[in-house]
């Protein structure tokens, strides 16, 4: 690298630095805890509920696993696209069952239990009719490849649905086992509301454990169409994990012993790891079975246990930075970087299990003896909100990787329902080929939030170009969103906050009604010696305030604050703004066609009289004009 290119990077750098000491950060982790509730709703596939909150959703794969004489009707979608991959969503219902084993009061508080058990319940239901005998477990649902090939809504499916299953002539031991898990934490997360139902997760667990073991192998051996998406590096892990969340759900010794009989052989207390993941679920068993040894419950394993415990401080001190310069990697601020391809998936993961082992340390009040220093619970448990906050927006970009949260999100999201207008609008079927050339390559935000997606997210530099094609930043995951319930509510647990948090769900693309009737634009006067600005006869108010300035080199940047009152007696609809002179980023209102349009955000309807709205924008120099173009 050349010294201009240098000079660029710390310029970039330098900049980024500089945006995030002039912004304020409060976030409020219960909001996001709920839009990512939602994000689940948004990946269902089946008969969706009367309840169902994510509108421009509708029923879907209604005849999957038909062809090949079995019921796979439900269960989520992976990601963007439509396929229904076993193992990362397995390993997402393990996320959101340990989230309401260790957070059940903490969920409850903000009054999300209801909806945290109906993901799961999404969930296990379809692994319920996917485990049809004790040793087979249909794994997946659709090709990858084809699916690839279309863009399209789920209500609108022409690709294969092809159906995969596991077998004793084809085994699965890594997404048996992790199903296996997700049924044995599932079991624990209904067992105060449902025990009948938490009973008949318990017995798929204990059969799809047993499976595993007995008949061992890569899934994806099994089923090659799966290499390319999610190839598994090994099952050792996952037989490990599933004995250790049997252990927990049963208190079982059998369980117990396995995991130590198998400790060395299974790499146990052998891999030492900085990543946590769908595929790698070592420092996952290291720290369930670390709590173990803490509650004083090792007896005659204790020696064994310790050695795993040895591994959860190496994990641990690694994400710190303190292990000697075997540490996990950080980008310049700060977020943990693992690899390309959605990288936020892996910092999810880490965050939530660190927040769980900051619990399990503080309980006994221990100190991690890192290679470089002390390490307190409080620490841990530090790191762990570094990795949310940024996700929320403190970063060099300050932007929000969760969709939905905040007013500064990308609009663009590599997710197919989301960029196209919903069926409910939109009633002809979207084809293959029109899906590309009508809604894939248009430059206009998706017609749907999908809100409480986590996205890829940023390159190693803290990088992000939101575009639909920049698959590896822009799509969204099950495995990245599930391990934020249990990070977000545990944060909000601290702020003191109790009470709910009732989403209106938004408002999905709409083409304007019959009765909409543009008015012309009229420019904005200044009422002398004040910044509130009204056109005369205009049903709004606009008062402008500058919130933060900072200084770069030769130029000043200001943040501006815009709170648009209705001022009349009626509610507005359709309301469109003209914004003239804007040089910089602006959030809290939607990008119309049109140059220099912007309308209300899609999840505001009515602008009901006397209500008000606020959007930012960051720009240097003068303040930008904002004039009403039309309204109704």
Request: glycine content about 8%.
């Amino acid at each position: 690298m050349g010294i201009s290119s240098k000079l660029q990077l710390i310029s970039v750098l330098l900049v980024g630095l500089l945006a995030l000491e002039a912004v304020s950060y409060n976030f409020d982790y219960g909001n996001a805890m709920d839009k990512t509730l939602l994000f689940f709703e948004a990946q269902r596939s089946g008969k969706l509920p009367p309840n169902q909150r994510v509108k421009w959703r509708g029923d879907s794969g209604l005849k999957d696993g038909f062809l090949q004489g079995v019921n796979l009707v439900g269960g989520y979608y992976d990601a963007g696209d439509h396929v229904k991959f076993g193992l990362p969503m397995a390993y997402s219902l393990t996320m959101l069952g340990w989230s309401v084993v260790d957070y059940r009061k903490e969920i409850a508080d903000v009054n999300q239990m209801g909806n945290t058990l109906a993901a799961i319940k999404w969930g296990t239901d379809y692994f319920i009719k996917a485990h049809t005998q004790p040793n087979v477990l249909w794994a997946q649902v659709g090709d990858g490849d084809s699916d690839h090939y279309c863009w399209e809504r789920a209500e609108d499916m022409t690709t294969p649905r092809t159906a995969y299953k596991l077998d004793p002539s084809h085994p699965g031991s890594d997404l048996a086992g992790e199903a296996a898990a997700a049924f044995a934490a599932a079991s624990l997360a209904f067992k105060p509301y449902d025990s009948s139902y938490s009973n008949l997760l318990l017995v798929h667990a204990k059969q799809l454990f047993s499976f595993a073991d007995t008949f061992r192998g890569l899934y994806d051996d099994s089923i090659p169409n799966a290499q390319a998406f999610y190839t598994s590096s090994g099952y050792s892990d996952e037989l490990l994990w599933a004995a250790a969340w049997l252990y927990r759900a049963t208190y079982d010794e059998f369980y117990l012993k396995y995991v130590v009989d198998n400790a060395v052989s299974l790499g146990g207390t052998g891999w030492a790891v900085r990543e946590f993941s769908w595929d790698n679920k070592y420092a996952g068993v290291q720290i369930l079975l670390t709590k173990i040894l803490l509650d004083g419950a090792g007896g005659s394993y204790t020696p064994t246990l310790k050695q795993y415990q040895a591994k959860a401080d190496y994990f641990t001190c690694a994400c710190l930075q303190k292990n000697d310069g075997y540490n996990v990697a950080l980008t310049p601020g700060g977020l943990i970087y693992v690899r390309e391809w959605n990288n936020l998936q892996y910092a999810s993961s880490a965050a939530f299990l660190l927040s769980m082992y900051s619990d399990y340390l503080s309980e006994k009040k221990i100190v991690l003896q890192c290679p470089e220093g002390q390490v307190q619970p409080s620490d841990v448990l530090s790191f762990a909100k570094s990795q949310a906050d940024y996700i929320l927006g403190k970063n060099p970009k300050a932007i929000s990787y969760l969709v939905g949260y905040g007013q500064n999100y990308p609009i663009h999201v590599h997710h197919r329902g989301a960029s196209i207008a919903p069926i409910s609008v939109l009633h002809t079927a979207v084809s293959c080929i029109e899906g590309f050339e009508t809604w894939y390559r248009r430059p206009q935000a998706n017609p749907n939030i999908i809100h409480g997606a986590l996205l890829g997210g940023p390159s190693k530099t803290d990088d992000f170009s939101d575009d639909r094609s920049n698959y590896e930043q822009t799509e969204p995951t099950l495995s990245g969103s599930a391990p934020l319930i249990g990070l977000f509510v545990k944060l909000q647990s601290l702020s003191g906050y109790r009470g709910s948090y009732r989403h209106i769900s938004p408002t999905p693309y709409q083409k304007p009604p019959a009765s909409y009737h543009p008015q012309p634009s009229t420019p904005y006067y200044k009422a002398p010696g004040s910044s509130n600005y009204k056109a005369p006869g205009a049903p709004v108010t606009f008062l402008h305030s500058i919130i933060s300035t900072w200084t770069i080199g030769p130029t000043t940047y200001y943040k501006h604050r815009v709170v648009v009152k209705n001022t009349s007696q009626k509610p507005i609809t359709n309301l469109k703004l003209i914004i003239e002179n804007l040089s910089g980023s602006l959030w809290g209102l939607s990008p119309c066609p049109e140059k220099n349009i912007y309308e209300l955000p899609q999840w505001i309807k009515i602008l009901k009289p006397g209500s008000e709205l606020t959007f930012v924008y960051v720009q240097g120099g003068a303040q930008a004009k904002v004039s009403i173009k039309s309204y109704h």
